[in-house]
């Protein structure tokens, strides 16, 4: 089939390099020549796991090429629309880019073709998508519009994209999935070698849903909310745990256990971010307000989420007393490992709060550090975690890269000026760190003090004056 997949972001990049490995011929068109033409010459725009290996050979055996949006569409059996649908002020998503590509397609396809929309978009936007296809067809357009929403999480993005939980397809007549049917059937039948990971036994057919359109756009906002309701839930139950002395970790797990919740999404932290759960969230508040239902639950999901970083910034104040004129490391600036994305990252949001507050910033991360300085430009970058601890009083940590977990301790702990960690992905081992003399400060848990200020483990938050007894412990 003739796919053309218009959007070369997170979505759109992954949907063209994927649908080319699974044998399709494919056209990958963005507005952004500059983009196209990095991608031309093997470049990546951005960095996700696998992706670039993928991109590579399919560009190689001819099965993807990068073009313009007309280019792409003419002659086109399948357009998938995978342009970014950004948060206005109001919290509604922008569909300037969707109605854009609709005119393109409506003007420059020619023969039958398959539009179908990947982006994340309110519900209803099918229906005023074949409006606007009709509206701007220069002759009678014969298309059929098909919902697509994409579930695949940056970080892991190739992996999902071929082992997807379920494939949902929101369509107005039953025929139209058949032809969905035929792009997806390697991975609905799951009779390919996950290219990526050699290693990879995963086996599992997805599920296939087919419904109408407006059910289908609504399964991606409401998934996504939900998610981040979990989210925000979890982090409420760490916050009274660190009030009441209980640990959130086991809280969670107990939880977990009774398959009606699950133990997936109860990781607490420093809130979610990137570009899907903060705007997505946002959206359905403001579809479901358009539509006569206050849903008044996702905008405490909402609320709960945008405390977060203050709250840390509160349990480091309590910890040094005085945040102006303190150096303070913050390790991770992406909102989640495996990615470079810095939008919407609690980090940034962290840096703009220490910085404000005084502090000296020292940041650093395995591959978002060119984005969080091209946003923050207060902080200093450091090209290793032990450059950005050097000297610092405290080092907090906000993504839960691999990397944190494999310090050599001693080394950190001679260029530290005080031994204090908080983190807040309770990414690492306390009984590791606190044997090398760190203080650890995690979410949801008790604070648990270096074996060498001897005040051992479930000791309430410390004082300014126990925090200086860390220090001189050293
Ligand atoms: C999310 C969804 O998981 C995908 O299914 C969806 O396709 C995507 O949005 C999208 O709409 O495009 P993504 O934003 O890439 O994917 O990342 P997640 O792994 O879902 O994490 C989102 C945020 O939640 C991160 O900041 C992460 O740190 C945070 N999180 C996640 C927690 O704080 N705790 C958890 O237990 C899980």
Redesign the pocket.
């Known amino acids: 089939m003739k796919i053309s997949v218009i959007g070369a972001g997170y979505?759109g990049l992954t949907t063209a390099a994927c649908l080319a490995e699974i044998g399709h011929s494919v056209r990958c068109a963005d507005n952004d020549e500059a983009k196209l033409n990095m991608l031309r010459n093997g470049q990546m725009p951005f960095f996700e796991p696998h992706l670039e290996e993928v991109l590579s050979r399919n560009c190689k055996a001819g099965r993807l090429q990068f073009e313009s949006p007309v280019s792409a569409v003419t002659g086109a059996e399948a357009i998938f629309i995978c342009v970014g649908t950004p948060p206005l002020d109001n919290g509604e998503a922008d569909l300037s880019a969707v109605a854009n590509v609709a005119r393109t397609i409506a003007q420059y396809t020619t023969g039958y073709c398959l539009v179908i929309e990947k982006s994340?978009v309110p519900v209803q936007t099918g229906q005023q998508l074949k409006r606007h296809l009709q509206l701007y067809a220069r002759n009678e357009l014969r298309c059929d519009l098909v919902s697509n929403p994409?579930?695949?999480?940056?970080?892991s993005a190739i992996h999902d994209f071929f082992h997807p939980d379920r494939i949902v397809i929101g369509v107005e007549r039953e025929e139209v999935a058949t032809q969905l049917r035929e792009i997806y059937r390697p991975i609905l039948e799951q009779t390919f070698q996950c290219p990526v990971h050699a290693e990879c036994t995963h086996t599992q057919k997805p599920a296939w849903i087919v419904t109408d359109t407006n059910s289908s756009e609504l399964i991606k906002h409401a998934?996504?909310s939900f998610?981040a309701m979990k989210?925000s839930f979890?982090n409420m139950v760490a916050d009274l745990c660190e009030a009441v002395g209980a640990d959130v970790t086991k809280v969670a797990l107990g939880m977990g256990m009774d398959p009606r919740i699950g133990p997936a999404?109860?990781?607490p932290?420093i809130?979610?971010?990137?570009f899907?759960?903060p705007k997505?969230v946002q959206a359905f508040v403001r579809i479901a307000s358009q539509a006569g239902c206050d849903f008044s639950l996702l905008k405490e999901v909402e609320n709960i989420n945008k405390r977060r970083v203050a709250h840390v910034v509160e349990k480091v104040r309590k910890e040094l007393w005085v945040i102006r004129g303190r150096k303070i490391a913050v390790w991770g600036l992406a909102?989640?490992p495996n990615t470079d994305d810095v939008r919407f990252a609690p980090a940034i949001e962290l840096l703009h709060a220490l910085v404000h507050e005084g502090a000296t910033v020292s940041a650093y991360d395995p591959q978002a550090t060119e984005k969080a300085r091209a946003v923050f430009p207060d902080a200093r970058y450091c090209a290793s975690p032990y450059e950005a601890a050097r000297d610092a009083e405290a080092i907090l940590i906000v993504t839960e890269w691999e990397e944190f977990r494999q310090i050599d301790w001693q080394r950190l702990r001679a260029v530290v000026d005080r031994p204090l960690i908080f983190d807040g992905r309770n990414t690492l081992d306390a009984t590791e760190l606190t044997r090398h003399g760190f203080h650890y400060i995690s979410v949801g848990r008790p604070p648990v003090m270096s074996e060498s200020t001897g005040s051992g483990e479930g000791t309430p938050a410390s004082s300014p004056v126990e925090g200086e007894r860390v220090a001189d412990a050293r």
């Open positions: 979505v994340t994409e579930f695949l999480r940056e970080g998934s996504n998610l989210i979890i999404f109860l990781n932290g809130g979610f971010g990137g899907c759960f997505d909102f989640k």
